[in-house]
């Protein structure tokens, strides 16, 4: 497509149940990026996926997170269990390659999760 | 580790510059620039790689100091437009890792 698209765009659920937050990167963009941004806070990463490369895992905050990434396009990001401090707005972004010496990231509008 | 942005908040009145710094302990690859606007997504700004060079966005320009460790994002004869929360995205030598780091972020007020 000709952005990446994220979905839902909004979504409140009760603390202790899961989500699922839906990425659809740019065709053609082989690295995928989510990032969590909290109220007044800068972009916090959480996990990096490269083609069919085992993915970088390294910033998720806990184990209630996980990730795929299907068919090198597609990303779930998935919070089991869920805390009112995983509330925020998860973005997810897409680039050309990993080179980030010669690729920007375009983002997606991002998710603003809330839990209650 | 998460680069460090100053100041944490501007504003201008249209026409004034105003520079943002963004500075890391460590020894930095590239230094990404993005922009946001409210409840908007990030929008990507420029690139540099270390060496120093300059680069220009219409009236938006930085600089990497490799020395310092730090960039800077110039922007002259602001516009209401350039309004928005500027985050910069550091990828430090030799760490092996491809992700952005960013700084909390430096908000700018351009008023008329």
């Known amino acids: 497509g000709a952005g990446v698209s994220q979905s839902p765009s909004n979504k409140v659920t009760e603390k202790g149940k899961d989500v699922e937050l839906r990425c659809d990167p740019i065709s053609g963009h082989t690295a995928l990026y989510w990032y969590r941004q909290s109220l007044g806070q800068g972009l916090e990463f959480l996990i990096y996926f490269q083609g069919n490369s085992a993915p970088d895992k390294s910033g998720l905050p806990s184990d209630r997170f996980s990730a795929e990434r299907t068919g090198g396009s597609v990303s779930t990001l998935t919070i089991q269990r869920t805390q009112q401090e995983d509330s925020a707005v998860y973005l997810c972004?897409?680039?050309?390659?990993?080179?980030?010496?010669?690729?920007?990231?375009?983002f997606g509008s991002g998710t603003r999760l809330t839990v209650v | 580790q998460q680069p460090v942005q100053s100041p944490q908040a501007v504003i201008l009145r249209e026409g004034e510059d105003a520079v943002i710094n963004c500075s890391s302990s460590k020894a930095l690859y590239s230094v990404h620039w993005y922009r946001q606007k409210h409840g908007e997504a990030p929008v990507f700004l420029m690139i540099?790689?270390?060496?120093?060079e300059q680069k220009g966005h219409e009236k938006i320009s930085a600089s990497f100091n490799e020395k310092k460790q730090q960039s800077s994002l110039y922007l002259t004869a602001s516009q209401l437009s350039y309004s928005g929360t500027y985050f910069c995205?550091?990828?430090?030598?030799?760490?092996?890792?491809?992700?952005?780091?960013f700084g909390k972020g430096t908000k700018l007020s351009v008023i008329p």
């Open positions: 540099l790689l270390k060496g120093g």
């Open positions: 972004a897409s680039s050309l390659g990993r080179d980030v010496g010669a690729y920007g990231y375009t």
């Open positions: 995205g550091t990828v430090r030598s030799g760490a092996g890792s491809y992700q952005l780091t």
